[in-house]
């Protein structure tokens, strides 16, 4: 009986251990349930995080270009490379041989040595030898029998002329004609069948235009460079007589000089010629600086054909001499801006004389078309037909007139071109305080080269600094006009000066070496 009681309590007592074991088993399974859905958790993020690396990866791996902008590049470096192949057949290399003579004193300095001197002689002074002296320079085929237009002073003074074509062939050129005026030569090359480069029209070049710069740059031949047009009717350069420049920031540089600009057409739209290197335009000097300057093609066509036509170039002339207009002098002539050509002179017997264009006529329109400045004025009247009647707008006074001139042919004699203060030291309140004037004299019109009859104030003396000096005024300027008032002493200069206000801008014509110019004057500078 008592092991029956005793079994009893066992059982009792076991219970409650099967209940733990079960509760442990419950709470294991969970556990392994939230390990099971974490870990799934951590694989699936970790595979959306490899697929969006990886996507990642493959987009900066990828083309950073769409293909249909890679077809538009394409297809515009197809067509440069397309341009280039077009033109650089017409395109050649130009050697030039010239003599010049040297002093041997400048090539041996020992020659001036006291002790050479004194074994030679003191008479002996070197005998100037000839030297041969090369240069290098483009040129540009116009027709297919051998006519190369070029620069110039590319052939300037050359004794002997090669020109090396595309495909090497090495020639002999023959000067056809020059014209320095706008730094254009033509010359000959016994050949047939060669590629030409088409004239094309600079008038429809725009800044921001696309350009192309053939030539050969120290000596590089068929070398190609790529710019946009910078500026068109660049003029007052100081690089030639008539100067309408195509500004570029295509490549050009030494050698460059008379190879092709042409445009997106591969048409010759401008003749290489100068680039602006350290301050100063060069045409042989310097390096590229990002400002380079062509002949327009409409310039430099029509000289080209009159080369190969006559030999020569037959220019239109009206017999004046004209300067820019400045703010001065359109302050002072009551334009409200600073355009035009202003008249300094006028030739007896010439067409603009027989027309009556006077001194101080400012021309702002030909033919209906505006003038800017004196170089377009210029070139313009060269290109007008001879016999023909150019139709002026001139500004005298205080009005603008209609006057009418028959130009004519341009005469061999014609150049390139077609005071201010008190004397004694006296000082003004208005700008023409710096300036010492006195009598003009026979003896000094004499010294400063003035034809006979010259008449006006000598300046002496132009204080740094002052207005007459930013403006360009120097000692010997023979003031001849003061506001357009005559002035023949210095009491002329003086009655007129004093009624000058301190801020009045003045207006001087004055002659320096026989030119009469017209100079102003203003307390802002010119």
Same mark, same amino acid.
């Given at each position: 009986?008592?092991?029956?009681?005793?079994?009893?309590?066992?059982?009792?007592?076991?219970?409650?251990?099967?209940?733990?074991?079960?509760?442990?088993?419950?709470?294991?399974?969970?556990?392994?349930?939230?390990?099971?859905?974490? /870990? *799934?958790? *951590?694989?699936?993020?970790?595979?959306?995080?490899?697929?969006?690396?990886?996507?990642?990866?493959?987009?900066?791996?990828?083309?950073?270009?769409?293909?249909?902008?890679?077809? &538009?590049?394409?297809?515009?470096?197809?067509?440069?490379?397309?341009?280039?192949?077009?033109?650089?057949? $017409?395109?050649?290399?130009?050697?030039?041989?010239?003599?010049?003579?040297?002093?041997?004193?400048?090539?041996?300095?020992?020659?001036?040595?006291?002790?050479?001197?004194?074994?030679?002689?003191?008479?002996?002074?070197?005998?100037?030898?000839?030297?041969?002296?090369?240069?290098?320079?483009?040129?540009?085929?116009?027709?297919?029998?051998?006519?190369?237009?070029?620069?110039?002073?590319?052939?300037?003074?050359?004794?002997?002329?090669?020109?090396?074509?595309?495909?090497?062939?090495?020639?002999?050129?023959?000067?056809?004609?020059?014209?320095?005026?706008?730094?254009?030569?033509?010359?000959?090359?016994? =050949?047939?069948?060669?590629?030409?480069?088409?004239?094309?029209?600079?008038?429809?070049?725009?800044?921001?235009?696309?350009?192309?710069?053939?030539?050969?740059?120290?000596?590089?031949?068929?070398?190609?460079?790529?710019?946009?047009?910078?500026?068109?009717?660049?003029?007052?350069?100081?690089?030639?007589?008539?100067?309408?420049?195509?500004?570029?920031?295509?490549?050009?540089?030494?050698?460059?000089?008379?190879?092709?600009?042409?445009?997106?057409?591969?048409?010759? /739209?401008?003749?290489?010629?100068?680039?602006?290197?350290?301050?100063?335009?060069?045409?042989?000097?310097?390096?590229?600086?990002?400002?380079?300057? =062509?002949?327009?093609?409409?310039?430099?066509?029509?000289?080209?054909?009159? *080369?190969?036509?006559?030999?020569?170039?037959?220019?239109?002339?009206?017999?004046?001499?004209?300067?820019?207009?400045?703010?001065?002098?359109?302050?002072?002539?009551?334009?409200?801006?600073?355009?035009?050509?202003?008249?300094?002179?006028?030739?007896?017997?010439?067409? &603009?004389?027989?027309?009556?264009?006077?001194?101080?006529?400012?021309?702002?329109?030909?033919?209906?078309?505006?003038?800017?400045?004196?170089?377009?004025?210029?070139?313009?009247?060269?290109?007008?037909?001879?016999?023909?009647?150019?139709?002026?707008?001139?500004?005298?006074?205080?009005?603008?007139?209609?006057?009418?001139?028959?130009? =004519?042919?341009?005469?061999?004699?014609?150049?390139?071109?077609?005071?201010?203060?008190?004397?004694?030291?006296?000082?003004?309140?208005?700008?023409?305080?710096?300036?010492?004037?006195?009598?003009?004299?026979?003896?000094?019109?004499?010294?400063?080269?003035?034809?006979?009859?010259?008449? $006006? /104030?000598?300046?002496?003396?132009?204080?740094?600094?002052?207005?007459?000096?930013? =403006?360009?005024?120097?000692?010997?300027?023979?003031?001849?006009?003061?506001?357009?008032?005559?002035?023949?002493?210095?009491?002329?200069?003086?009655?007129?000066?004093?009624?000058?206000?301190?801020?009045?801008?003045?207006?001087?014509?004055?002659?320096?070496?026989?030119?009469?110019?017209?100079?102003?004057?203003?307390?802002?500078?010119?």
């Amino acid at each position: 009986m008592e092991n029956q009681n005793a079994n009893p309590e066992q059982k009792v007592q076991s219970q409650p251990a099967v209940k733990t074991r079960t509760r442990s088993s419950l709470r294991f399974l969970l556990w392994a349930v939230v390990e099971a859905i974490l /870990v *799934l958790g *951590l694989w699936v993020g970790f595979q959306h995080m490899r697929v969006s690396y990886s996507q990642a990866y493959k987009a900066v791996d990828g083309p950073l270009v769409s293909p249909q902008e890679v077809s &538009a590049l394409s297809a515009e470096n197809r067509a440069f490379q397309a341009i280039a192949k077009a033109v650089l057949p $017409g395109v050649v290399n130009i050697s030039t041989t010239r003599m010049v003579k040297t002093n041997p004193q400048n090539m041996f300095p020992f020659f001036n040595d006291p002790l050479f001197r004194q074994f030679f002689g003191p008479g002996f002074q070197g005998t100037p030898q000839p030297q041969k002296e090369q240069s290098l320079g483009s040129g540009i085929i116009i027709s297919p029998n051998g006519y190369i237009v070029t620069n110039n002073h590319v052939i300037d003074q050359a004794t002997e002329i090669k020109v090396t074509l595309a495909d090497k062939r090495e020639l002999k050129g023959k000067l056809v004609g020059t014209d320095p005026k706008t730094d254009i030569a033509v010359i000959k090359i016994e =050949a047939s069948g060669l590629s030409v480069v088409p004239w094309g029209d600079s008038r429809e070049l725009k800044p921001g235009e696309i350009v192309m710069a053939f030539g050969s740059p120290f000596g590089l031949n068929q070398t190609v460079t790529k710019g946009i047009v910078s500026a068109t009717g660049r003029s007052n350069i100081g690089i030639e007589n008539y100067e309408d420049f195509i500004q570029t920031d295509a490549a050009i540089n030494p050698g460059n000089s008379g190879g092709p600009l042409v445009n997106i057409n591969g048409e010759l /739209v401008g003749i290489n010629t100068a680039i602006l290197s350290a301050g100063q335009s060069m045409t042989s000097q310097g390096g590229f600086n990002g400002i380079g300057f =062509a002949i327009p093609s409409n310039m430099a066509r029509p000289v080209a054909e009159s *080369l190969i036509r006559n030999g020569k170039v037959v220019r239109a002339w009206l017999g004046v001499t004209i300067e820019n207009v400045t703010p001065a002098i359109a302050r002072t002539s009551g334009l409200k801006e600073a355009t035009g050509a202003i008249v300094s002179s006028v030739e007896p017997g010439s067409p &603009a004389a027989e027309a009556g264009i006077k001194r101080g006529d400012i021309v702002l329109d030909l033919d209906g078309a505006p003038i800017e400045n004196r170089s377009q004025l210029a070139w313009r009247v060269s290109q007008t037909p001879l016999g023909q009647v150019a139709h002026l707008k001139v500004w005298r006074g205080d009005s603008a007139i209609a006057l009418d001139v028959k130009v =004519a042919e341009m005469p061999k004699t014609v150049g390139e071109q077609g005071e201010n203060a008190p004397p004694e030291g006296g000082e003004f309140t208005n700008v023409l305080n710096g300036i010492s004037v006195q009598n003009l004299t026979r003896e000094m019109a004499r010294q400063l080269n003035l034809p006979m009859g010259t008449t $006006g /104030v000598v300046i002496t003396d132009v204080k740094a600094g002052s207005a007459a000096d930013d =403006a360009g005024l120097q000692r010997g300027d023979v003031i001849q006009e003061v506001n357009r008032q005559e002035v023949r002493t210095v009491d002329d200069f003086n009655r007129i000066a004093a009624k000058i206000g301190k801020a009045d801008t003045v207006l001087l014509l004055v002659n320096r070496g026989g030119s009469s110019i017209y100079i102003g004057l203003s307390v802002e500078g010119q």
